[in-house]
Each structure stands twice: as C-alpha cells, then as structure tokens.
C-alpha cells in the first residue's frame, strides 16, 4: 500500500510560477515510477509528467514542455512538479500517481496503482 499526498496549490497569476509536492508513505517510494496527471472540472483526467524510480528519466507532455519540470528525492519520499510560465488552461485539479516501474517514458491512467487526492490550481488571467 502506498498512500500520496500532495500540496503546493493554490492561486496564481498567468505567468506566476508554482512548485507542486507529493509525499508518500507505505510501500518503498523508491521502488516506484511517479507521475502527475491533471482533471479540468468536465474533463478526462490527462498525463502531465512522469518519472522513472532512480529519477534518471523524464517525460512531460507536450502540453506542458519548457515550462513544467517533473523530479522525485527518493531520501525524502517526495515527488515534485516545478510549474513556470502558468497559463490560464494549466487550472485544473493536480493528482500525484504511483505506478509500477516499466520501459515506457510516459504513464497511463489506466496503468496506475495508487491515486493521490489532488490539489487544486488556479491560473487566473
């Protein structure tokens, strides 16, 4: 069992920069791929990030490259997303995600053992 808690939400203007963090607990942190998917209110839940469990890998999506940053310190259980350069389309609701580790650079919904609860953005224009 692995329970992921995320904070770091909140308000910001366009332009406005946020750092993102998921504590884990439970089952070894480190053994885990992470990522962080996002839910607009009346959308399907998207793929933002992922990590591989050493940390040497990264994928971010296409929607958020050059301006969002996926990193993980294993030592603190603590997964991050650096968010910059904010746009009023990154609002949404931001979930942490553990899955188990395999050889594909991106993460799907689908594939996830463990959900955080999210954490609320809000980009204001």
């Known amino acids: 069992q692995v329970q992921l808690v995320e904070s770091g939400g909140g308000l910001v203007q366009a332009g406005g920069s946020l750092r993102l963090s998921c504590a884990a607990t439970g089952r070894i942190f480190s053994s885990w791929k992470m990522g962080w998917f996002r839910q607009c209110s009346g959308k399907e839940r998207e793929f933002v990030a992922a990590?591989?469990?050493?940390?040497?890998?990264?994928y971010v999506a296409d929607s958020v490259k050059g301006r969002f940053t996926i990193s993980r310190d294993n030592a603190q259980n603590t997964l991050y997303l650096q968010m910059n350069s904010l746009k009023p389309e990154d609002t949404a609701v931001y979930y942490c995600?553990?899955?188990?580790?395999?050889?594909?650079?991106?993460?799907?919904?689908?594939?996830?053992?463990?959900w955080g609860k999210g954490t609320l953005v809000t980009v204001s224009s």
């Open positions: 995600a553990a899955a188990i580790p395999d050889s594909i650079a991106t993460m799907a919904s689908s594939g996830v053992n463990y």
């Open positions: 990590i591989s469990w050493t940390g040497g890998s990264t």
